[in-house]
């Protein structure tokens, strides 16, 4: 969740929590789980996930025959005593929920940035217990402190106005997003959607910004910010109707409190809440369920199936009607080829002669003023892209200026053929979700037998990559192949993202994902460690190679005039950052997570940072099955020996995935 997202969460959690008495305090692994009784309005759940989400579930999760030390401790505190107030910490991804009474109070922080972190200070303000304990250089967070809140980021949202928004992007020489995020108290999405609203592309760097984008970006910024002022409305599940690699990865990518124009393309599932949609978007594992409630929750997970499926087959239809739309985009063009021609050198040549956008327009405008057919077609222009929206036949048709008239109709047919392949393989994900459908149904009409079920976890989106989390806290992920590769660079790279690769073949294009503060050289270091060792450099074994860094609009698709680019392959413009001598080493640990175990693997720095259970690798004779072999064995001996079991269930095929290709060889353990 971002903090946008919190703050418009506010309402419903203080409708459910101010006043509630806590009951109980359950712990699922980083998932809390606060038991409220409103008298009069009778029991409801608030779950904090603190670095994830925080909000309202109706999911009944059985409690752990023993809670862990910190849940007990919580218990202790706060178990029958009063929510005075929820609050949310200036904007910031900060919960803080104030227990007990006027005359003596206990705080509940949860922290929803980084790797997250729960704390709870004593009437003092001062640190009585927290999940994570750590130093840094702006604050401590230690038993017996006072807590300090980190640094405010960015500008005020609410009181920028016309003048102070252009000097918002004054000296920046970043593209929109990435001066949006860093000047703002606003996460890169939410910067993303501000550029949908204004039409303006996020890549455009502020330096090349005109009048009408500006003024387009000012519409679209007050746009945004009065939809926030609105509060909730619509809130939604967004689904994807390509086809996913794993049929086990969820088909939901995404949620939002309000419609975004972002996901005006793709299928979505409104709620009444926000909570029910996060609710319903990170789900439950069946391991978390009241045995009693698992043959409702399965009839729940049957109408949720049922309503990805009729999501999916909305999303084939919409593909569908964008197809046959581009079709006639084609031929609306052909249809009007010689003005369309016209229009387009007219504006391409006054650029190339000098002229400025808003001296172009001006000139359209004194032209549709006569009368002349050229200028009269012409509906808007949009500078930031290099596009004219132009009028054909009453319908609205966009034409690149950089394109000849029968190169935009080539590329509508071409964009018309994608979306058409695209029916292929959302049909394909109808047909996963149907058969997951049916597997539910059988299971629902056998007879149930009391027995100890296969425990299943719902993976993230990001598992089907290459992944680690940076001792920073930071997401980076990574291909494993050709298409994981371009899947990376075209759909997941946002603006605000920064973009490694290893200067050796064959190496995985990588991604650090940014949603606010730009992460510390420790990350991009990490980033890079991660992208050397899964290249090539692994199975020649090197001990180390080079990398380099850039930013989102210095990575392109359109290779120079004249020449050709291999499937998967992009064009790095512009200067790039160079970093030398990067080490080739892996660490291999497990997150222990209630009743699984996760395997993960990533830089030594960043896994010690997320588990104590690790062994660190570097390439090595030793075949990748038996390193596995000799991997797992040592993890369980690291590992609780009432956790030993969870290691073992690991299936060896999961442990492979987190190496990179070839031998491999064990140094030594955490």
């Known amino acids: 969740m971002s903090n946008i997202d919190i703050r418009l969460m506010l309402p419903e959690l203080r409708e459910a929590a101010e006043g509630a008495v806590i009951k109980n305090v359950y712990q699922y692994g980083d998932i809390f789980v606060l038991k409220l009784y409103q008298p009069g309005g009778g029991t409801t759940n608030l779950l904090i996930h603190p670095g994830t989400r925080a909000h309202l579930t109706e999911y009944a999760r059985k409690a752990p025959r023993q809670p862990p030390h910190f849940c007990a401790v919580l218990r202790k505190y706060l178990r029958e005593k009063r929510v005075l107030s929820i609050k949310q910490h200036d904007l910031d991804r900060i919960l803080i929920i104030e227990i007990g009474s006027e005359d003596e109070s206990y705080k509940l922080v949860?922290?929803?940035?980084?790797?997250?972190?729960?704390?709870?200070?004593?009437?003092?303000?001062?640190i009585f217990v927290a999940m994570r304990y750590k130093r840094m250089k702006d604050r401590d967070v230690i038993p017996k402190a006072q807590y300090v809140f980190p640094p405010l980021r960015g500008e005020d949202l609410f009181s920028i106005e016309d003048e102070s928004f252009e000097k918002l992007l004054a000296d920046s020489?970043?593209?929109?997003?990435?001066?949006l995020a860093s000047r703002l108290n606003l996460d890169s999405l939410s910067c993303e959607?501000?550029?949908?609203?204004?039409?303006?592309?996020?890549?455009?760097?502020?330096?090349?910004?005109?009048?009408?984008?500006?003024?387009?970006?000012?519409?679209?910024?007050?746009?945004?910010?009065?939809?926030?002022?609105?509060?909730?409305?619509q809130p939604s599940v967004i689904l994807d109707v390509e086809p996913s690699d794993e049929g086990d990865t969820s088909d939901y990518i995404a949620f939002s409190p309000f419609p975004f124009k972002l996901y005006n393309d793709l299928p979505s599932e409104s709620f009444d809440t926000f909570s029910q949609a996060l609710d319903e978007f990170y789900g439950v594992s069946d391991s978390e369920l009241e045995d009693e409630e698992l043959q409702s929750e399965q009839t729940k997970e049957q109408k949720r199936l049922q309503r990805i499926i009729d999501k999916q087959e909305e999303g084939i239809e919409n593909l569908r009607t964008k197809a046959e739309e581009l079709r006639v985009f084609g031929e609306l063009i052909y249809s009007h080829f010689a003005v369309t021609q016209e229009v387009l050198e007219t504006v391409t040549n006054a650029r190339t002669n000098g002229h400025s956008w808003d001296e172009i327009i001006r000139r359209i405008d004194e032209g549709k003023a006569k009368g002349i057919p050229s200028a009269m077609i012409i509906d808007r222009i949009i500078p930031s892209q290099g596009q004219i929206v132009a009028i054909l036949n009453d319908s609205k048709v966009t034409l690149d200026i950089r394109l000849t008239a029968q190169d935009n109709a080539s590329r509508a047919y071409d964009q018309a053929k994608k979306s058409e392949a695209k029916i292929k393989g959302a049909q394909t994900q109808i047909e996963r979700t149907k058969a997951k459908l049916e597997k539910l149904e059988v299971s629902i009409a056998e007879p149930t037998i009391k027995q100890?079920?296969?425990?299943?976890?719902?993976?993230?989106?990001?598992?089907?990559?290459?992944?680690?989390?940076s001792s920073e806290g930071y997401l980076i992920i990574g291909g494993r192949d050709i298409k994981s590769n371009e899947d990376i660079a075209k759909r997941q790279m946002s603006a605000n993202d920064i973009f490694l690769h290893a200067s050796i073949h064959g190496a995985p294009y990588t991604l650090i994902k940014v949603t606010d503060d730009a992460p510390g050289q420790q990350t991009i270091d990490e980033a890079a460690q991660f992208a050397v060792t899964f290249s090539r450099a692994w199975q020649d074994g090197l001990s180390g190679g080079d990398a380099y860094w850039v930013n989102p609009e210095q990575v392109s698709f359109s290779p120079p005039s004249g020449e050709s680019l291999p499937a998967g392959s992009v064009m790095i413009y512009g200067t790039k950052n160079l970093l030398r001598k990067v080490p080739v080493e892996l660490a291999v640990g497990v997150l222990l997570e209630e009743d699984y175990a996760i395997p993960i693997s990533g830089p030594p720095t960043a896994i010690e940072v997320q588990t104590e259970y690790f062994v660190r690798v570097i390439p090595g004779d030793e075949k990748k099955g038996q390193a596995v072999k000799t991997i797992q064995a040592i993890l369980k001996k690291l590992v609780l020996e009432e956790q030993s079991h969870l290691v073992s269930q690991i299936p060896q095929e999961d442990l492979m995935r987190v190496l990179p290709a070839g031998g491999a060889k064990v140094v030594n353990q955490s």
Do not use: H
């Open 110 to 126: 949860a922290e929803m940035f980084g790797m997250g972190n729960m704390l709870l200070l004593d009437p003092k303000d001062t």
């Open 173 to 179: 020489n970043a593209n929109i997003v990435r001066t």
């Open 193 to 233: 959607e501000i550029c949908a609203l204004s039409s303006v592309a996020p890549k455009v760097m502020v330096p090349d910004i005109d009048s009408q984008t500006l003024s387009d970006l000012k519409g679209g910024f007050t746009e945004f910010i009065e939809k926030l002022k609105a509060g909730v409305s």
């Open 452 to 469: 100890v079920r296969v425990k299943t976890r719902k993976k993230r989106w990001y598992e089907k990559f290459r992944w680690f989390i």
